[in-house]
């Protein structure tokens, strides 16, 4: 079947310590995005991709960088700068900007 | 700037009973109009989209939508709720951006009662 595979599922970082979130489409999809969501707030958008090789800052990429090398990867590095990293990650991806977007299943961060 | 409203953070029905979860757009453009679910720990499951054409769109489990734009709205309506229907839904406006940039409402929580 085809779909978004993020991994893993759970992740615990130590304080100073980077940690990078896996995300893998097999749709063919051209377009990725990482999300943050926190209780009350919503989805909120980190980066995003429209083609191999190339990504664009969303509304708070502070503390977070992307790479996309490959057009099934879109991972996540949640560096040491971002303060308060705890929270559920989205990855999704679409065809194009005006279908809708394919999600992932999250990985939820939590800081030991 | 683009929003979306959903009134009420949480809805509480009982099993059967009409579910009715309010959304409110603000777009300059025309929107591209999604409703998505959440089950608890899981991605976002698409229900129903509206992009042009017909204004009653119906979507997965019984749930449609109906876009209103002299109301600037796209409730979201399921004839009787089923006990599997509790999760939280989220409006979200695609349109207006050059790179898909999604709007997303807050989320509204629905539970359903026995």
């Known amino acids: 079947d085809g779909g978004i595979t993020q991994s893993p599922k759970y992740l615990f970082r130590k304080e100073g310590q980077n940690v990078t979130l896996s995300c893998e489409q097999n749709?063919?999809?051209?377009?990725m995005y990482w999300y943050r969501q926190d209780p009350g707030q919503g989805l909120r958008l980190i980066y995003y991709?429209?083609?191999?090789?190339?990504?664009q800052k969303g509304d708070i990429a502070e503390g977070y960088s992307v790479s996309r090398e490959k057009k099934e990867s879109f991972p996540l590095t949640v560096t040491s700068a971002q303060k308060n990293p705890t929270a559920f990650y989205l990855c999704a991806s679409s065809a194009d900007i005006y279908q809708p977007q394919h999600f992932g299943d999250g990985t939820r961060l939590s800081i030991l | 700037a683009q929003s979306v409203t959903q009134l009420g953070s949480h809805v509480s029905v009982s099993e059967g009973a009409l579910v009715l979860l309010r959304c409110n757009y603000s777009?300059?453009?025309?929107?591209?109009l999604f409703w998505y679910v959440q089950y608890p720990n899981q991605g976002l499951q698409l229900l129903l989209k509206?992009?042009?054409?017909?204004?009653l769109v119906k979507g997965i489990n019984g749930f449609e939508a109906e876009f209103k734009k002299s109301e600037t709205s796209f409730h979201l309506t399921k004839p009787s709720a089923h006990m599997s229907d509790a999760a939280e839904y989220f409006c979200?406006?695609?349109?207006?951006?050059?790179?898909?940039?999604?709007?997303f409402g807050q989320g509204t929580i629905l539970t359903v009662h026995p």
């Open positions: 991709s429209q083609i191999v090789n190339d990504f």
């Open positions: 777009s300059s453009v025309p929107p591209y």
């Open positions: 979200v406006d695609a349109g207006g951006t050059s790179y898909g940039k999604l709007t």
């Open positions: 509206y992009t042009t054409g017909a204004t």
């Open positions: 749709l063919n999809h051209d377009a």
